[in-house]
């Protein structure tokens, strides 16, 4: 199986537990804990298998070609890509921040 349809199927199956996670007084405490700790798994494997996207967004471009890498920057950054960029740093920084509340 491709690793992109690996990528789909996480992500299917991360935005249909989700709402379940949240239906807590509906599912009960024993399947919330299960169904967050599935998620907890899903979202690892999502970031490990997304890696490159973190590697080609901190990378410069001239550094990923001196030391041979086949990833970097790739296309221009147009609104559409600006926009997604800074709204997954918004929900990282947003998430981090309510750890510590």
């Given at each position: 199986m491709n690793k992109k349809y690996i990528?789909?199927?996480?992500?299917?199956?991360?935005?249909?537990?989700?709402?379940?996670?949240?239906?807590?007084?509906?599912?009960?405490?024993?399947?919330?804990?299960?169904?967050?700790?599935?998620?907890?798994?899903?979202?690892?494997?999502?970031?490990?298998?997304?890696?490159?996207?973190?590697?080609?967004?901190?990378?410069?471009?001239?550094?990923?070609?001196?030391?041979?890498?086949?990833?970097?920057?790739?296309?221009?950054?147009?609104?559409?890509r600006i926009f997604q960029t800074v709204l997954n740093a918004l929900l990282l920084?947003?998430?981090?921040?309510?750890?510590?509340?």
């Amino acid at each position: 199986m491709n690793k992109k349809y690996i990528r789909i199927i996480i992500d299917i199956v991360m935005t249909i537990l989700l709402p379940l996670l949240m239906a807590y007084s509906l599912i009960g405490e024993k399947f919330h804990e299960v169904i967050g700790s599935v998620i907890f798994v899903l979202f690892i494997v999502h970031h490990i298998l997304n890696r490159r996207w973190y590697e080609s967004l901190l990378t410069p471009k001239r550094a990923a070609k001196a030391s041979g890498r086949q990833f970097c920057r790739k296309g221009k950054y147009n609104p559409r890509r600006i926009f997604q960029t800074v709204l997954n740093a918004l929900l990282l920084l947003l998430s981090e921040i309510k750890g510590y509340l």
